[in-house]
């Protein structure tokens, strides 16, 4: 993917990825430091590897599938516990050494919380689009690589090659990701405009704030392009 080269320039950088990220990643031979899902759906298979070598440490959010939880729990490369707004799991949350991280509502600002709670000093974001480029709704390599999308008429975008992706909902007994929604434009990284949907524009948002925020540091955006998100430089 675009995200590669950038991060095999960064040999000395902590890096956190996400669930959906992770197998294109270790196919690639990035050995990321850490994961983070907060999935209700059972994805475990996405972070098995990771648990099973060893090679990173697994952040889950208690609310997660079950299957991710246990998996976490017996992670070879130690495992870490969040919560965000929900009080009824704080006690259980300290009790186990949690940290409360309000995060948003994606793992990608999970992941980013999840950087600043332990102090890191320069964040820089990777792959992070937040926007529609071309037909490719997810990067190749990951879970959700075949899923396409089409821009059609009434600003709307219409999913295809959702078959996976509702099976595994299904399974889970999750209501499916509608398979049309309506996109807009938003100012985009480089210059001009993208497509987006409400979904990445809460994301993008969030991180908006939370880069303008950041006191200790610096917000780099080194995705290569997407919708521009105010207060991080690039």
Do not use: K
């Amino acid at each position: 993917t675009d995200a590669l080269p950038v991060l095999r320039a960064m040999p000395r950088a902590i890096i956190v990825a996400v669930n959906t990220s992770l197998p294109a990643l270790l196919a690639a031979g990035i050995e990321p430091h850490a994961v983070v899902t907060i999935e209700g759906m059972p994805v475990s298979s996405q972070i098995r590897e990771a648990a099973e070598s060893g090679s990173a440490e697994i952040v889950v959010d208690l609310l997660s599938h079950p299957d991710a939880v246990a998996l976490a729990a017996g992670s070879r490369g130690g495992a870490s516990w969040i919560v965000s707004g929900q009080p009824m799991l704080l006690g259980v949350l300290d009790a186990i050494g949690g940290v409360p991280t309000p995060y948003g509502s994606s793992a990608t600002t999970a992941a980013f919380a999840l950087a600043v709670s332990r102090g890191a000093s320069e964040i820089i974001l990777v792959g992070l689009d937040l926007c529609y480029r071309g037909d490719r709704a997810y990067a190749d390599g990951t879970p959700w690589g075949g899923l396409r999308v089409e821009h059609v008429a009434g600003d709307r975008l219409r999913y295809t090659g959702t078959e996976s992706r509702d099976e595994l909902h299904d399974s889970a007994g999750i209501p499916r990701v509608p398979h049309e929604r309506t996109e807009f434009r938003v100012p985009g990284q480089l210059g001009g405009e993208v497509w987006t949907t409400l979904e990445f524009e809460d994301q993008r948002r969030w991180f908006s704030a939370a880069s303008s925020s950041v006191a200790y540091g610096t917000v780099w955006n080194a995705s290569g392009g997407g919708a521009r998100i105010e207060g991080a430089i690039g």
